[in-house]
């Protein structure tokens, strides 16, 4: 699942195990929106999480070390 930002800004799921909003829904903050799933090998519970931003119409992955509050 990839979520569309402002300002050219992504972030993507992976390893989803449902997903609670739908393609064109409007997500605010804090909202849930879907349930951990498993890995493919070991079947233990997992989620891949990216930060995305447009670059030259082009999505460059972003460490979300370095904007995410700790």
Do not use: K, N
């Not at 300002?7 to 064109?24: C, E, I, K, M, P």
């Not at 930060?51 to 999505?59: A, N, V």
């Amino acid at each position: 699942m990839i979520i569309i930002h402002r300002d050219g800004w992504r972030t993507v799921y992976a390893h989803l195990g449902s997903a609670t909003v739908a393609f064109g829904d409007e997500v605010r903050q804090g909202q849930e929106i879907g349930t951990v799933g498993l890995t493919a090998g070991d079947g233990r519970p997992s989620i891949a999480f990216e930060i995305r931003h447009m670059r030259g119409g082009q999505p460059v992955a972003v460490d979300p070390t370095t904007l995410l509050p700790r």
